[in-house]
């Protein structure tokens, strides 16, 4: 992505303070970012620092302290049944155990009013895309962890938001069921170019998948570095050439030279409270 | 290990009919007061007899009904009130108190007060069964909603859930497993409050039967209405864990 794309959502001056026992625990101190449209974030930073906050705070699941979060809506109308700004995909497992997948998937469809049968068909093909052809009928619990994360992210893909916000999704996956997704979400994502924003502790995955890399401070969350991966790896990309490449080492020793000092910081603060 | 399976059924099966044996051969040698303890063959004779004359039918069948309705009475609106307290805190503020102030009492106690207000006939027992059942299902519901775990919660929301897709794909099947574990608790405190109702405010029943049987000094017969209870124990059980199956395949495992 060039720097022309129109800014999908800008943020700035975003705070957010818990209170935990009357305690006040600045979680985000001050974000600023813009991310274009079509542009795809990776936000990295120590535990604790923030990310699931951020993402949960453009979700509308949380209130800011203080800030703006100015989104550009592609077409804004009253219509339930319009595309919706966002759509989460969760760190935890988020799937209801009790629906199957292909329930699931439509449950952001049939929220918006869409009748069974026109849900059931608009999810058919992401199903399939997503290669869960065959589980439609399937429980969760008959599933496997990684094709548990499919559902979870093919549900946020089949409601067609403008914005996708997604919380480490691999985190609990194993090293080849991680590749394999993240070239399967690679494909799916160039077909949409939605603007997507990816939280992950994984250096590797953020390098494999980005446009612009945030890197964010230990708590409480403040922007450390901004680095751009979209001028050295381009579009349509392919995750084994990224990491044959030359440039990957130089990417990484700079998203991680940004972050070991965070990460560090966090540890030895941790040390002494 | 399938050895060692084949080896405990076989066990399980052989101690209730090695009891049978030796009560029926301590009876007949007066090893034990039959008067208290009748011969299992005298019991299963007594039952025949009982099965023929289709008293014994008529008198399940009264406690079945009563039951049936009680429960339904108690259950329906336990599981609605209870889904409504666990979602709305309003409404939770309102009931709460009544519920944990008159929890407490021994259902059982009412019974003269329901006597009083609906009369010996069949209303007194339905309401002191749906009394007794709505409790157990009211604050397993309620435990249910507000157990679920916060990410469906969350996900609803973040998809713009209606408040009536909230409360029909989320809240209730969440909820499920504990109401159907109240469902279960309420059935079988509806089952101790009817017979103990028909030893008292009945005049028909299996409870009235076992009552009537102790005064009239007829044991065998008391003893088979004991058995008649013990078997829609066993047969409401069996309902919920095919209720359970059905309502809840995704907690098999
Ligand atoms: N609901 C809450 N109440 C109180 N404190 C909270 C709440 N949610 C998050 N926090 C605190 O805010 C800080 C940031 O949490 P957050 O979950 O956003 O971190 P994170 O960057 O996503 O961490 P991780 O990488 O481990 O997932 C943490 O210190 C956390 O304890
Ligand atoms: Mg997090």
Known sequence: MTSTAPVKVRIRGLRKRFSVKGRPIEALDGIDVDVEAGAFLCIVGPSGCGKTTLLRILAGLEEKTAGTIEVARDAAGKDARERPVNAMVFQEQSIFPWMTVRDNVAFGLKARGFSGRDRYAIVEPFIRRANLGGFEDALPHQLSGGMKQRVSITRAFANDPEMLLMDEPFAALDEQTKLILQAELLRIWEESRKTVLYVTHSIDEAIVLADRILVMTARPGRVKDVVDVASVFGRPRRVEAVKESAQYGELFGRVWGALREEVMGAQAAEAVS | MRLRWGGERLL???????????????????????????????????????????????????????????????????????????????????????????????????????????????????????????????????????????????????????????????????????????????????????????????????????????????????????LVTAVIGFGTAVVMTFLERVLLPWKQH
Not at chain 2, 122 to 128: H, V
Not at chain 2, 158 to 185: C, E, S
Not at chain 2, 202 to 212: K, L, M, N, P
Request: no cysteine; hydrophobic share 60%; glycine share 8%.
């Open chain 2, 12 to 226: 399980s099966v052989l101690s209730p009919v090695l009891l049978l044996a030796l009560w029926e051969l301590a009876a007949r040698t007066n090893a034990i007061d039959t008067r208290f303890f009748p011969a299992p063959s005298d019991i299963f004779a007594a039952a025949v007899t009982l099965i023929r004359t289709g008293e014994l039918w008529d008198n399940l069948s009264i406690t079945l009904v009563r039951l049936a309705v009680g429960f339904l009475l108690g259950a329906v609106p336990g599981i609605v009130v209870g889904l409504a307290m666990g979602l709305f805190s309003p409404v939770r503020a309102i009931l709460q108190p009544l519920v944990d102030g008159t929890f407490p009492i021994p259902k059982i106690a009412i019974l003269p007060l329901f006597i009083l207000i609906f009369g010996l006939g069949e209303e007194s027992k339905y309401a002191i069964i749906a009394v007794a059942v709505v409790y157990l299902v009211l604050i397993n519901t309620q435990a249910g909603v507000r157990n679920i775990d916060r990410i469906y919660l969350d996900v609803g929301k973040n998809y713009h859930a209606t408040r009536w897709m909230m409360f029909t794909d989320v809240a209730l099947p969440g909820a499920a497993p504990l109401i159907l574990a109240g469902l279960r608790l309420g059935m079988g405190v509806a089952l101790l409050v009817i017979v103990a109702a028909e030893f008292v405010g009945a005049r028909s029943g299996v409870g009235y039967q076992i009552w009537t049987s102790w005064q009239v000094f007829q044991v065998d017969r008391m003893f088979v209405y004991l």
